[in-house]
């Protein structure tokens, strides 16, 4: 069977208004998880190829869109990388992909939640773009408790004693130290019968950067939410 490309199925995006919400964050998932294995000449097209349509759909859905990501669907920024070897970040000539868009690496990627799970999320003012499209506003979170990392197959474990409290994924090869990791929470699963303590976060894990609390990405995790402080320190994600 050939595959069309989505640009040429009848009614799309605009077909995607009558999906529902559920069913709309698993196609935009599905597309993502598609485009990012597709057989590109150059890794530097990744950003052209998919803008036009992505602007489309960002216009049916009526949301803004930057480098990939959607407003209005936070869920995408929990994406984590598939490919078992992490290559280096993609140099764009005369631009810029922030760590936080899943265009900055060449590779396959995969989604840490799933479309059926029921979300808390943060409000606007607390996880948003910038004005000029180019950063992400967030709330720094620091880990609490005798956490240390594990390493397990494709993924750390985050464990405290005995107990596995976590997992995390990251972006790079590089060897990182837990000691300088923080967090940005961006979901959690909505659970009426789990205590708050011990209801699951969905986090990027982010590190100090250059500039005044500037960050940057370094991954993903899904955390028990006692494990991550309530404290918090307003800064950039770029």
């Known amino acids: 069977m ?5 640009d040429v199925i009848p009614h799309f995006p605009r077909r995607l208004e009558s999906c529902g919400f559920e069913h709309t964050v698993g196609f935009v998932h599905f597309l993502l998880r598609k485009y990012s294995i597709s057989d590109l000449s150059f890794n530097t097209d990744w950003d052209v190829t998919i803008s036009s349509l992505v602007k489309r ?3 049916v859905f009526e949301t803004e869109v930057r480098f990939g ?3 209005c669907f936070g869920s995408i920024l929990l994406w984590r990388r598939t490919q078992e070897e992490k290559t280096a970040p993609v140099l764009y000539e005369g631009r810029t992909v922030p760590s936080w868009s899943w265009m900055a690496y060449s590779g396959g990627i995969n989604f840490i939640i799933d479309r059926t799970d029921r979300l808390h999320v943060p409000r606007s003012k607390d996880l ?10 967030v709330q720094v979170r620091t880990f609490h408790g005798n956490c240390q990392m594990e ?13 596995t409290v976590g ?16 967090c940005v929470v961006v979901s959690m699963i909505w659970d009426y019968e789990e205590k708050d303590a011990r209801k699951t976060y969905h986090v990027l894990i982010v590190r100090k950067g250059s500039g005044r609390r500037r960050y940057k990405r370094l991954g993903v995790g899904k955390v028990e939410a ?7 320190v307003a800064g950039t994600l770029w």
């Open 69 to 71: 990501i959607f407003r």
């Open 167 to 182: 997992f995390l994924w990251f972006d790079v090869a590089d060897l990182i130290h837990f000691k300088d990791c923080n």
């Open 128 to 137: 948003d773009f910038t004005k000029d499209g180019k950063a992400l506003k």
């Open 226 to 232: 006692q494990y991550v402080s309530r404290e918090f």
């Open 151 to 163: 390493k397990r197959e494709e993924e750390y474990a985050l464990v405290d004693g005995t107990k």
């Open 57 to 59: 759909m960002g216009q």
């Open 2 to 6: 050939v595959e069309l490309p989505f």
